[in-house]
């Protein structure tokens, strides 16, 4: 059973660019979690989705950002415009349930980098 | 407003030696509390679950406190090891809610 898998490991991203970030769960798990990190800061979460529902976008930026789970294929999270302060660690994390009894499963994230 | 906080200094501990990591929150009613471990440039691995009703869990030489009188858990490795040298996350999970929140994190440096 291969992990969450996101990719790409690394993205460079000029100015005004559009970023696409793809997350595979693990194969059972309907529940995926986007998290973003910034040097010397905590994981910040953006948002829960179960399959083509997004459940909880509470740590989603309002513009620019937007994510889907579709029915068939990868979870995505987009940023459309990106700016220098869009540069990070974006995680994603995937679990068989939604509640807290039950561990997360984290990818090893996409560094996006904006020039 | 809601705070998790661990100890921004990085924990240097002698190899052999305990290493204590300590998670403090307010304003949060946790039905659960996690911890995790992150190196360099990889996601967080998950260790520890402790539910609000339980007052202390071991795995191995890990083992978790949570106090939610005091608002705190506290991590302990023991006998540490230079490869359990990490970040060492706490998350935690409201009642009702559905996702996790992390802390910052705790260096853990081990020397031999």
């Known amino acids: 059973n291969a992990g969450v898998m996101q990719n790409p490991r690394h993205l460079v991203r000029r100015r005004g660019q559009e970023a696409r970030l793809r997350c595979s769960p693990m194969?059972?798990?309907?529940?995926v979690y986007w998290y973003r990190q910034l040097p010397e800061e905590g994981l910040k979460f953006m948002v829960y989705?179960?399959?083509?529902?997004?459940?909880?976008e509470s740590g989603m930026p309002k513009e620019r950002f937007s994510a889907e789970f579709p029915k068939e294929g990868p979870s995505i999270l987009r940023i459309q415009q990106v700016v220098r302060g869009d540069s990070a660690a974006y995680f994603c994390?995937?679990?068989?349930?939604?509640?807290?009894?039950?561990?997360?499963?984290f990818g090893q994230g996409t560094r996006l980098t904006v020039v | 407003s809601q705070k998790i906080e661990q100890n921004s200094e990085a924990l240097n501990i002698q190899e052999g030696k305990t290493a204590t990591l300590t998670c403090n929150y307010t304003?949060?009613?946790?039905?659960?509390l996690q911890w995790y471990r992150q190196d360099p440039g990889r996601g967080p691995v998950f260790l520890l679950l402790?539910?609000?009703?339980?007052k202390e869990k071991r795995k191995e030489r890990l083992k978790v406190t949570f106090d939610t009188t005091l608002k705190q858990s506290l991590f302990h490795i023991t006998a540490s090891q230079p490869a359990d040298s990490a970040t060492y996350l706490c998350?935690?999970?409201?009642?009702?809610?559905?996702?996790?929140?992390f802390g910052k994190g705790t260096m853990l440096l081990v020397s031999p």
């Open positions: 304003n949060y009613s946790p039905a659960y």
């Open positions: 989705l179960q399959k083509e529902n997004i459940i909880d």
């Open positions: 194969k059972g798990h309907s529940h």
């Open positions: 994390a995937s679990s068989p349930r939604a509640d807290g009894n039950t561990e997360a499963f």
């Open positions: 402790i539910r609000e009703n339980e």
């Open positions: 998350a935690l999970m409201n009642s009702g809610y559905s996702t996790l929140t």
